[in-house]
């Protein structure tokens, strides 16, 4: 027994998910860092967390809203989506401390985001790493309207717990 089968064959959206890893974790580790490691890898894992808890509950039963990778069977690349994650939840955030965001700007922040990560959701559909029965893109701009907010009450719960002002 597999636990954590491989694709038969690799098709786009293996490729997509390969590629996008190579170039959201060159990208994580272009800017200088702002972060401590444990703040980092606390950042990556609880927005990996985040993706796997949305998608248990809507791929998952009873709702089997849309099936990630090949199928709805969990398969190895389904952990290496997750770890795409990480990145765009670093790198959101390294934005938001570089420029400071603070007001309405940070709800406008928010909203940016969520609108650009609808976009690339979009893209992983063209790339077959999302395959949608129930769902549609613009569905998922509220979840990412949750999940940004949730992230950034979670950075700021983190900087009270490192002692950083």
């Not at 701009?141 to 950075?155: D, E, H």
Request: aromatic share 24%.
């Amino acid at each position: 027994m597999n636990l954590f089968p491989l694709p038969d064959e690799f098709s786009k959206n293996e490729w997509f998910v390969i590629i996008s890893l190579i170039t959201s974790y060159s990208v994580f580790f272009l800017p200088k860092r702002k972060f401590s490691l444990s703040m980092i890898i606390l950042i990556v894992l609880f927005s990996a967390t985040i993706a796997r808890i949305a998608d248990h509950v809507l791929a998952g039963p009873p709702l089997d809203l849309y099936d990630l990778m090949d199928s709805g069977k969990f398969e190895m690349f389904d952990i290496f989506s997750y770890l795409l994650y990480g990145p765009f939840a670093y790198i959101y955030l390294y934005i938001y401390e570089k420029f400071k965001i603070k007001h309405i700007y940070t709800f406008l922040f928010i909203v940016a985001f969520s609108i650009f990560s609808v976009a690339y959701e979009w893209i992983t559909v063209v790339f077959g790493v999302f395959t949608f029965k129930e769902w549609k893109s613009i569905y998922s701009f509220p979840v990412y309207l949750f999940v940004t907010s949730l992230t950034i009450l979670y950075y700021r719960f983190l900087r009270l717990l490192f002692k950083i002002h």
